[in-house]
């Protein structure tokens, strides 16, 4: 064998076995692409995603997609290998892990959280709907998350209201907060709440919060809970979670309490963060989210202002047309124009 022979023979040997590394070697980054769309105003398991009792509701047509992405959890091992294909690619991101999961949480726990997100971001969607509508609503102090394994787990649920601590009245995030500064973490307290109508008391015992030693948690995520005048149910699979799909379903909400179709028949999609006021807030993975809306068919993309600029760089040409959505109003006559004129004029992302 030649000298030339034997390098090249050597080459190829080193070559295989960095590649065999590169496949091995796990690297602290996470990859983002596109993720499952769905239509909200479709079935789940034979039942309406959109579930409303009390109020009278009107039939539709089209589909308003909400739009996902999948990202590796925080424990998930992530080769280089992996992470340069992902690079490569236009229609991936590769983030560091402390760019997604900057608490250094376990997948459990920012499951949890998610769920939490959700739950809020559901609430404030029906806000924002029936407030577009018209309604006024008075608002309560409400669990949307539970921390695994906590004091609160297996006692408190999402969507329980909390009502009093310690005999002390809470209407407002205020009143749970001031009611906790006066207990000493390792104390139980009395938490009331109503679930399903019913009051009840539950005793917990508070832990002490991460950051601060000395300040008492039940251990529980809180957010703004609403008095609804009839039901209203988004029925989203558990596995979909964040607060990115807010302006989707305060959308569909709309869409299902008025007369005709919001979407012309046409496949919708888009994106954002909902107030209860009806402002559209930004959200993460712009780029990836147009992608997967383009694969599910979408014509039209509502984009939330501050992500204008990374929606223009989605590599989708001109598969899909990018409406900006500063709320939920704007949102609302943008879809009615192009319902009526597919060509109308509508408002646009700046170049």
């Not at 000298?3 to 023979?9: D, F, K, N, P």
């Not at 499952?36 to 105003?41: C, R």
């Not at 990374?310 to 047309?321: G, I, K, Q, T």
Request: glycine share 10%.
């Amino acid at each position: 064998m030649t000298r030339r022979s034997i390098a090249s023979l050597l080459a190829a040997v080193l070559l295989i076995a960095l590649v065999l590394v590169a496949t091995q070697m796990s690297v602290p980054y996470v990859t983002v692409s596109p993720g499952p769309t769905v239509n909200v105003l479709g079935e789940s398991d034979g039942e309406p995603i959109v579930r409303i009792d009390g109020h009278r509701t009107y039939p539709t047509d089209g589909q308003l997609r909400l739009t996902t992405v999948s990202v590796t959890n925080p424990e998930a091992h992530v080769s280089l290998l992996e992470a340069l294909w992902a690079w490569m690619r236009s229609d991936r991101d590769v983030l560091p892990v402390e760019a997604m999961y900057p608490d250094n949480s376990t997948a459990e726990q920012e499951h949890a959280e998610s769920a939490a997100q959700m739950v809020s971001s559901q609430d404030n969607a029906v806000a924002a709907a029936l407030s577009e509508l018209g309604y006024t609503l008075p608002t309560h102090v409400e669990v949307t998350g539970v921390s695994p394994d906590g004091p609160s787990d297996g006692k408190l649920e999402p969507r329980d209201r909390i009502t009093s601590v310690d005999g002390r009245p809470v209407d407002k995030m205020d009143d749970l907060l001031g009611a906790l500064d006066d207990v000493q973490p390792g104390d139980p307290v009395e938490v009331g709440i109503r679930r399903g109508g019913t009051d009840k008391t539950v005793e917990i015992t508070t832990t002490a919060s991460k950051d601060e030693e000395k300040r008492a948690l039940i251990g529980v995520l809180v957010g703004l809970g609403y008095d609804f005048p009839f039901d209203v149910h988004v029925g989203i699979d558990d596995s979909i979670g964040g607060p990115s799909a807010g302006l989707v379903f305060a959308l569909s909400v709309y869409d299902t309490l008025t007369p005709g179709a919001l979407t012309g028949g046409d496949v919708i999609a888009g994106t954002g963060t909902i107030a209860p006021d009806g402002s559209v807030g930004p959200i993460g993975g712009i780029r990836e989210k147009i992608v997967a809306a383009t694969r599910a068919g979408a014509e039209l993309f509502l984009v939330p202002p501050d992500n204008c600029a990374s929606a223009l760089e989605a590599p989708v040409d001109d598969d899909v047309r990018l409406v900006r959505a500063d709320t939920l109003h704007s949102a609302v006559t943008s879809l009615e124009k192009y319902a009526e004129d597919p060509t109308a004029d509508l408002p646009r992302c700046p170049t």
